[in-house]
């Protein structure tokens, strides 16, 4: 796949706003409403965005990073004027996403991740050319445009092929084509890399620099963090709708800098041996994954590699595998943020709001 | 937008609509079978009652096409909102920066297209099978009542479609929409065999004018010129009500977070 990006001639924008930010995002706060109950039912507000308040440059790969239900996907909506803000305000490309919602529209490409968005019974061609007229590409241009972001994407020789005999990876790179057809400013993608295997997320990732490199603005929402490492300018990290960190991926790093990763491998470990970890004030966080017949425990301490014998004593019985420490990555400043931020605050919120 | 940008989008849609709903299996069932089963039983029902092959058995079947012209019509504009709910695409056409009331209008020449088959397969059924003349009072007249009836039918369609965008289960308010139109406008039983407090409701639903546009060309007295500009002024003013019902429901959409709901 290459990736060059086709630059044709297009919109009369502006190249960067008078205000010097391409996307900018004042105490955004967004609450749904749902009922619970049948016969009963009762009203709750959910908030899913509590006052967000971010700037995003021209040119820059900035990125919202969190857990699912963070909030990430309603503040892409609301940027992109698909929802309105509960309050607060936004800006893309100087204009309002609330009041100048065809100007905002004209200046942005929005791509998600995953399958849906697309017309799977027709071909991708009949997909981008129907795309093409919605965002009014000036037809002169539309041929050799759809062709250079079909080249972009890989999808050269495909592009007469149904949709729904695509793979993930080739649907999810059709979705960037059209997200690209008006030659926007900016560009969302909202988890493009979801579900796609190693290889496919690889060029996805290499077709998002190409974005950057081409002068593209572009807002990334995603939850791996190795990606947003790899890619992102600038990185927030969201968790329960705010806003918990703001900074390069060095800066996110550099908050547990003075911790040590203690990676304790363990067979048939119990919640109360991971808690009795929680629990101990020399432990600043502990996550799990499991393996398939282990679970890893990542233990973050400001201890340094002392600690590792009296977190063996802690778990007591567990029988106990491979035992590593190391310096924090990304990752370990992401689980130290979420776990330390957001949770018990959302829930005080959520039950609080129910009337 | 320039009229020539409008012309063009609108154009486009309808033919990417054509083609999406002749991919639907669903959909080339309901739109090439419902009106000859609709026209046979048509047919059936006039012979028995004592009817004879003439003028008005091509009344009738013509009614009949367009009972299942009006099918095609809800399926094909207010099915197609439900179905791009369903594929994630309404949030991306809404989204757009072209003005989605003439997306809107295009999916309705798209049913509209497909139904006016609907009406040419009458009356080839009618012809082959039953011996049907294709005999009219006003025959050059005609294709102009069935153009105006179809436009009637389609722009009812679009009128009740913009709900569509607003609630995912419109859908099933609009199916339940399909006998009572069918009774209401004619097509089913002439109007003038429904109670008196229905007419007003009838006459103010285009379908009732396309349908009296028909009698008129095949049985009437005089050419039914009245009825064939009633269909295109209240199709006029069914856009105009559809465009700024749009404003509403597409605020209310972005207030409410439904447009992402299936």
Redesign the interface.
Same mark, same amino acid.
């Given at each position: 796949m290459t990736t060059t990006l086709p630059r044709p001639a297009m919109p009369s924008a502006p190249v960067a706003p008078a205000d010097g930010h391409a996307i900018e995002a004042v105490d955004l706060v967004r609450t749904y409403h749902t009922h619970l109950g049948v016969l009963r039912r009762r009203k709750i507000e959910v908030p899913a965005v509590r006052g967000i308040s971010f700037a995003v440059r021209p040119g820059e790969l900035f990125g919202l990073l969190g857990p699912n239900g963070a909030g990430k996907t309603t503040t892409i909506k609301m940027l992109i004027t698909l929802l309105l803000p509960t309050s607060g305000t936004a800006r893309v490309m100087g204009y309002d996403v609330v009041r100048d919602t065809t100007e905002v529209r004209k200046r942005i490409g929005y791509v998600f991740g995953g399958d849906r968005g697309l017309y799977d019974r027709v071909s991708a061609l009949d997909n981008l050319r129907y795309f093409a007229e919605l965002y009014g590409v000036d037809p002169d241009v539309q041929r050799t445009r759809i062709g250079a972001l079909l080249e972009m994407v890989g999808l050269t020789g495909r592009e007469k092929e149904k949709v729904e005999g695509y793979s993930r990876g080739m649907r999810q790179r059709l979705h960037i084509a059209r997200g690209l057809l008006h030659d926007p400013e900016v560009v969302f993608l909202d988890e493009p890399s979801i579900g796609l295997d190693p290889v496919g997320a690889r060029e996805l990732r290499q077709t998002v620099q190409s974005l950057v490199d081409a002068g593209k603005t572009v807002l990334l929402t995603t939850h791996y963090m190795f990606e947003a490492d790899a890619l992102c300018d600038r990185i927030a990290v969201i968790n329960a709708g705010r806003i918990v960190a703001l900074g390069t991926g060095s800066d996110l790093k550099g908050a547990i800098a003075n911790r040590t990763i203690v990676e304790i491998e363990t067979f048939g470990v119990t919640d109360e041996a991971v808690g009795r970890l929680r629990a101990d004030p020399e432990v600043g966080a502990v996550n799990t994954e499991e393996r398939d017949q282990s679970q890893i425990l990542l233990v973050q301490s400001e201890r340094g590699a002392h600690i590792t014998q009296r977190l063996l004593g802690l778990l007591g019985e567990t029988r106990i595998g491979k035992v590593v420490a190391r310096e924090p990555t990304l990752e370990d400043a992401y689980v130290h943020l979420i776990a330390t931020t957001g949770d018990d605050e959302a829930r005080a919120a959520r039950a609080a709001s129910v009337q | 937008?320039s009229a020539s940008?409008v012309i063009?989008?609108v154009w486009?849609?309808t033919w990417?609509n054509v083609?999406?709903l002749l $991919?639907?299996e669903f959909f080339i069932l309901t739109t090439f079978i419902s009106p000859l089963i609709f026209a046979t039983l048509a047919f059936f029902l006039f012979q028995s009652g004592g009817g004879t092959a003439g003028q008005t058995l091509l009344y009738v079947a013509l009614g009949a096409g367009m009972m299942g012209v009006w099918s095609t019509t809800l399926f094909g504009c207010g099915g197609a909102i439900a179905w791009q709910r369903w594929?994630?695409?309404l949030?991306?056409?809404?989204?757009?920066?072209?003005r989605y009331d003439f997306?809107l209008v295009g999916q309705t020449f798209g049913a509209v297209v497909l139904g006016f088959y609907g009406i040419v397969a009458t009356l080839a059924w009618g012809v082959l099978l039953f011996g049907m003349p294709i005999e009219a009072t006003f025959p050059l007249v005609l294709p102009l009542s069935l153009l105006a009836a179809i436009v009637s039918l389609g722009s009812l369609g679009m009128l009740i479609a913009t709900t569509f965008v607003l609630y995912r289960h419109a859908n099933a308010l609009g199916n339940l929409l399909e006998y009572p139109i069918w009774l209401i406008t004619g097509l089913l039983v002439p109007i003038s065999v429904l109670p008196l407090w229905i007419k007003p409701i009838s006459y103010l639903l285009a379908p009732t004018w396309g349908m009296e546009a028909i009698r008129g060309a095949t049985i009437g007295a005089e050419p039914p010129l009245l009825a064939i500009a009633m269909c295109f002024i209240l199709a006029c003013a069914y856009y105009v009500a559809a465009r700024y019902t749009l404003v509403f429901v597409l @605020?209310k959409a972005?207030? @409410? $977070?439904t447009? $992402?709901l299936q």
């Open positions: - | 937008m940008r063009r989008l486009f849609v990417f083609r999406m $991919a639907s594929e994630g695409t949030e991306l056409l809404v989204s757009a920066p072209s997306i @605020d972005r207030r @409410d $977070a447009l $992402a």
